[in-house]
C-alpha cells in the first residue's frame, strides 16, 4: 500500500516536469541584406553609351 502512494506521489510530482522540458524554437534568422538596385540605370548607361559611342564613330568616319 505504501509503494502505491509513493508512486502516484512520484507520478504527480514527475509529469509535471515535462511540460517545462519542451524544446524552444530557435530564433528567427536575420534579415537578409539590403540589395544594390544594380538594375535601375543599366538600361540608361547603355543608350548613353550607344549614343556616345555611335557619335564617335559618326564623327571618325566623316572626316
Known amino acids: ?3 502505491k502512494y ?5 507520478i504527480v510530482m514527475v509529469f509535471p516536469f515535462t511540460g517545462f ?3 524552444v524554437p530557435p530564433p528567427a534568422p536575420p534579415p537578409p541584406p539590403p540589395g544594390l538596385p544594380i538594375d ?3 538600361v540608361l ?5 550607344m549614343l556616345y ?8 568616319s566623316s572626316s
Do not use: A, E, P, Y
Open 21 to 23: 522540458t519542451q524544446v
Open 40 to 42: 535601375g540605370f543599366v
Open 1 to 3: 500500500m505504501r509503494i
Open 45 to 49: 548607361l547603355l543608350v548613353i553609351g
Open 6 to 10: 509513493i508512486l502516484i506521489v512520484l
Open 53 to 60: 559611342g555611335s557619335k564617335k564613330i559618326l564623327k571618325n
